[in-house]
């Protein structure tokens, strides 16, 4: 067990006694895209996917149990969680009290330092967070794999944000039992070369997507004739992103991200009706990524579920690269990210 490990199990509470628990995690980025699930309930994806998870935008969560309550507090930057959300919360902790054999009701207080439901992955560092925070004040004691197992089933992509630096998240094997299919799919730490990648986000539009990202992936699968054709392709996208990793060869990592997401967005645009994320805004930074690129800086553009563009690139090149999008995109808000650390029990004791 690595030190990384180590600390997402700081003082769990003794099995089967009420506790209380903090734990941050960061968002990560998919270099190669989680796009589709095969099982709704279980969060099986139909692809792999890999990531980076972020040094900015943290997600802080406190869960404290509480033996009285009736019913799971649920508070999102200081403000009672409603509707879908507070669902989903809840939802959650059910899952985790099942596996605790625990009763007892939550309180749970969340920071979200990035706005939420932009596309900009807060519901990755949101139950990555959760997971590890709920999972330590009812007393599971996971370890690292089983908490992104647990993290997944609040959001897919947060099963990789468990893990710092650069996550797989493996589908899972189907053997025909869903324990097997459950257990299977989890994310995991994959080796990279040497490389000093930033991304380079540029928030066009901080406001909430019109379209979850659930519903646009089910949309994508059940009526978009390109799915299929992408999800190959995305296989060989994987394999060629983990040889560039090992490497260290931004270029390659790049290009084959820019593609995979593109080609996401592709099976998007082809669904009936049409889910479309992508923003005149989103095209103008578009542009500056490949003037960036032909003037000789490797730069590389990925998006996600909403119209905010991700610019992968060395952190030498960072600033320039922020410009250049700040430029293209004015009133937008730029952020420089590199690799950051997975997700971790806070100290309670201060
Ligand atoms: C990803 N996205 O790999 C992809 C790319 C958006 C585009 O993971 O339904 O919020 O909760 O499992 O994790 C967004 O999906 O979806 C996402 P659910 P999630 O990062």
Redesign the pocket.
Known sequence: MNAEHRTTLVRPPARGTAGSATAVAYP???L????G?RDERL?L?VTD?L?MTLDIFPTTTRVRLDPGAEHDEVTLNGVPATGEAQR?VVAFLELVREQAGLPQRAVVDTGNTVPTGA?L?S??SG?AALAVAAGAAYGLGLDATALSRLA?R?????S?SVFGGFAI?HAGRDTGTATDADLSSYAEPVPAGELDPALVIAVVDAGPKAV???EA?RRTVDTSPLYGPWAASSKEDLLGMRGALRRGDLDAMGEIAERN?LG?HATMLAARPAVRYLSPATLTVLDSVLRLRRDGVPAYAT???GPNVKVLCHRADADRVAAAVRGAAPGSSVHIAGPGQGARLLDERG
């Not at 190669?32 to 796009?35: E, L």
């Not at 609040?154 to 947060?158: E, I, K, L, R, V």
């Open positions: 990560n980025i998919a190669i895209k989680y796009w699930k969060v994806p996917s990531s989903r596309g992955a519901s990755a139950f997944r609040g959001s897919g992509s947060a990789r998240w979850s990202s659930r992936m997401a996401m998006m996600d579920a």
